[in-house]
Structures are given as C-alpha cells and as structure tokens.
C-alpha cells in the first residue's frame, strides 16, 4: 500500500534553514508528483510547493518562492522540502502529498510540525 | 490566484439529517480538455486531511457513498446525506486547476 512517511518536529530560530523529508513506499516513485502543504495553527490549507518525481520540475507558491527548494533522491524514494530565512509565521504543520487520478491528491503524509520561536 | 470561499465556516449537525456546504471560486474551474479541478477534504482534528471527492463529483476510493459531490463553473456543494459522528471535522475544497493550488477557508462540522 502507499504510504508517505515523513520527518520529525523541528524547532528552529528565525533566519535558520529547515530541510524536511517524505519517504515513499508501496508505488514506483518517479511516476507521480509530490506536493508540499502546510498549515499554520488555526488557519486554512495553504499550498506550498510540487515537484515533479520524474523530470526534477517544480513549481512554488509565491509565499515562499525564494526561500523554498524542493529535491528528491529516487534512490531512496524521498521528496525534501527546504525552507530557508524561517520567519515565525512559517510555523505550521507541513504536508507531503501524491497526486492520484486527475491530479487529486489522495495519499498524505503524517505532518511534520516546524516550530520558528527564538 | 484563484480565491475559494466557502459558506458557511461553522455547521451545527444531527446525526442521521442530512447536511451541505458550498465553494465558490473567483474564475471558472474548467480546464480546456473539458474537466473541472475541484475537490473535497475532510480533515479530522489531529489527522491529516483526507481526500472525499475529485473532478467535482468523483468519490475518491473508500469513501461512503453518503458523500456527494455537484456543481460546475464556480459554484460548487458538498452533501452528506446522513451525518454520522464520524464526519466531524474541517472541511476543504481546493481547486487543481492551476498553481498555486489554493483552498477554502474550511467549515467546521460538529455535532449538535
């Protein structure tokens, strides 16, 4: 079955980097796209960032654009997701996610907590 | 960017009537190949939200069929035919039209 497992909680300082990880299983890779979506507490969804498995393409929301890189290593089936230049308002619970039919997003990681406190 | 709404953001239930929520989009979800990139998530406290329905109608695979789906255009709705305890929770719709994805602001079910 597919499964997405992701890093642990961070804590962070403002201005500091965090780099996350979403570990694939149960399906071949390279074949779909993986998202990044987080959610600040309290607050709505907010669509981070994808990454094509395949090609390496990506696309970033205009929130983060600058500050986000998103990576993969297929040899070891994970996404990375870093965020640079941490402001407190990154604080949020971040997603990984694998598009399914017609692009819908099906499978979800756990959630990683990224605390941005000094 | 596209903007979602949705109406309303609080809905009080009772297990077993039935139950709606509506999304509206700032501009069309239809894609030129003829599908509309609208769906539903259901996310329960502590979870990771779950994906109920794609392409407007379509039931993602497991979910109940008290769960539906309509709409086109920029006017969409959820429907839950019975509420059952289990359904609460925050909703979302999202478009998947174009990037950046965004969503609604969620509605908050819960049990009267």
């Known amino acids: 079955q597919v499964q997405l497992v992701q890093s642990g909680a961070e804590v962070k300082k403002p201005g500091a980097s965090v780099k996350i990880s979403c570990k694939a299983s149960?399906?071949?890779?390279?074949?779909?796209?993986i998202h990044w979506v987080r959610q600040a507490p309290g607050q709505r969804l907010e669509w981070v960032a994808w990454?094509?498995?395949?090609?390496?393409?990506?696309m970033y929301s205009h929130n983060v654009q600058g500050r986000v890189t998103l990576s993969r290593d297929t040899s070891a089936s994970t996404a990375y997701m870093e965020l640079g230049s941490l402001r407190s308002e990154d604080t949020a619970i971040y997603y990984c996610?694998?598009?399914?039919?017609?692009?819908?997003?099906?499978?979800w990681g756990q959630g990683t907590l990224v605390t941005v406190s000094s | 960017d596209i903007v979602m709404t949705q109406s309303p953001l609080s809905l009080p239930v009772t297990p077993g009537e039935p139950a709606s929520i509506s999304c509206r989009s700032s501009?069309?979800?239809?894609?030129?190949?003829?599908?509309?990139?609208l769906e539903w998530f259901l996310q329960k406290p502590g979870r990771s939200p779950q994906l109920l329905i794609y392409?407007?109608?379509n039931r993602a695979s497991g979910v109940p069929d008290r769960f539906s789906g309509s709409g086109s255009g920029t006017d969409f709705t959820l429907k839950i035919s019975r509420v059952e305890a289990e359904d609460i929770g925050v909703y979302y719709c999202?478009?998947?039209?174009?990037?950046?994805?965004?969503f609604g602001q969620g509605t908050k079910v819960e049990i009267k």
């Open positions: 392409m407007v109608s």
């Open positions: 990454i094509n498995i395949g090609n390496a393409n990506t």
């Open positions: 999202m478009q998947a039209l174009q990037a950046p994805r965004t």
């Open positions: 996610a694998r598009e399914a039919t017609a692009y819908s997003l099906f499978y």
């Open positions: 501009q069309s979800l239809l894609h030129s190949n003829g599908n509309t990139y």
């Open positions: 149960g399906y071949t890779f390279t074949t779909y796209t």
